[in-house]
């Protein structure tokens, strides 16, 4: 059974920065394409990043690019994302995800949320002006 639980969410000014972690279990997290996606209160869940580490590549939403660093930690099973110069247009809950069919990240779809298989429960990011 797959399970992805996030944390490392919060509240910040505005320029400042935080870390999400997602610990997978049930998962191979070096296998296949993760992610993260944010969803604001009456907003569609978006992409924000994901990475494919057996293909060493990364993607990055154009609004957080340069800002947000997405990496892996395979002996740890961990997905994080490091969020630097947090604007309050960051504000949101933040999701983890993960793929189990076709690769999302190889297929033009990392963006999409339908492309995942598994979820965790989000964790709450809160940016203040």
């Known amino acids: 059974q797959v399970q992805l639980v996030e944390s490392g969410g919060g509240s910040v000014q505005a320029g400042g920065s935080l870390r999400l972690s997602c610990a997978a279990s049930?998962?191979?997290?070096?296998?296949?394409?993760m992610g993260w996606f944010r969803q604001a209160p009456g907003k569609e869940r978006e992409g924000v990043a994901s990475?494919?580490?057996?293909?060493?590549?990364?993607y990055y939403a154009g609004s957080v690019n340069g800002r947000f660093t997405i990496s892996q930690d395979k002996a740890k099973s961990t997905l994080y994302l490091q969020m630097n110069s947090l604007k309050p247009e960051d504000t949101a809950m933040y999701y983890c995800?993960?793929?189990?069919?076709?690769?999302?990240?190889?297929?033009?779809?990392?963006?999409?949320?339908?492309?995942?298989?598994?979820w965790g429960q989000g964790t709450q990011v809160t940016v203040s002006s």
């Open positions: 990475i494919y580490t057996a293909g060493t590549r990364t």
């Open positions: 995800a993960a793929s189990a069919g076709p690769n999302p990240c190889t297929s033009g779809s990392w963006s999409s949320y339908y492309a995942y298989d598994y």
């Open positions: 049930g998962y191979t997290i070096s296998r296949d394409c």
